[in-house]
């Protein structure tokens, strides 16, 4: 069974920072890029940061670029998203998504989301 749990959310002033995790479990995490998402109340899901396999290639949105960093232990089967310099505008619940290839066909490869169950951030002004 597909399983990510995020861990490390909670409460912190304007300024502060954070270190999220996502523990994977079920799929062979070393060949799937895994994907951090954050939704505010009142609006949309959006991605924020992405990292590759084995080489570890990063993306960021522009709302965080220079102040989150996104790595990866595939020993622990883990992501990490380290959040430095965090903004009211940040508060949000964090979930962690990775797409598992389902099957291939003439059309290309067939996938399913798996998301965790989330975690508060919450920035106090």
């Known amino acids: 069974?597909?399983?990510?749990?995020?861990?490390?959310?909670?409460?912190?002033?304007?300024?502060?920072?954070?270190r999220l995790s996502c523990a994977a479990?079920?799929?062979?995490?070393?060949?799937?890029?895994?994907?951090?998402?954050?939704?505010a109340p009142g609006k949309e899901r959006e991605g924020i940061s992405c990292i590759s396999t084995t080489d570890s290639?990063?993306?960021?949105?522009?709302?965080?670029?220079?102040?989150?960093?996104?790595?990866r232990d595939n020993a622990k089967n883990t992501v990490y998203l380290q959040m430095n310099s965090l903004k009211?505008?940040?508060?949000?619940?964090?979930?962690?998504?990775?797409?598992?290839?389902?099957?291939?066909?003439?059309y290309g490869r067939a996938t399913s989301d798996y998301w965790g169950q989330g975690t508060q951030v919450t920035v106090s002004s």
């Open 1 to 18: 069974e597909v399983q990510l749990v995020e861990s490390g959310g909670g409460l912190v002033q304007t300024g502060g920072s954070l």
């Open 25 to 39: 479990s079920g799929f062979p995490f070393d060949d799937y890029a895994i994907a951090w998402f954050r939704q």
């Open 57 to 71: 290639s990063t993306n960021y949105a522009d709302s965080v670029k220079g102040r989150f960093t996104i790595s």
């Open 88 to 106: 009211p505008e940040d508060t949000a619940v964090y979930y962690c998504l990775a797409q598992i290839t389902t099957g291939y066909s003439s």
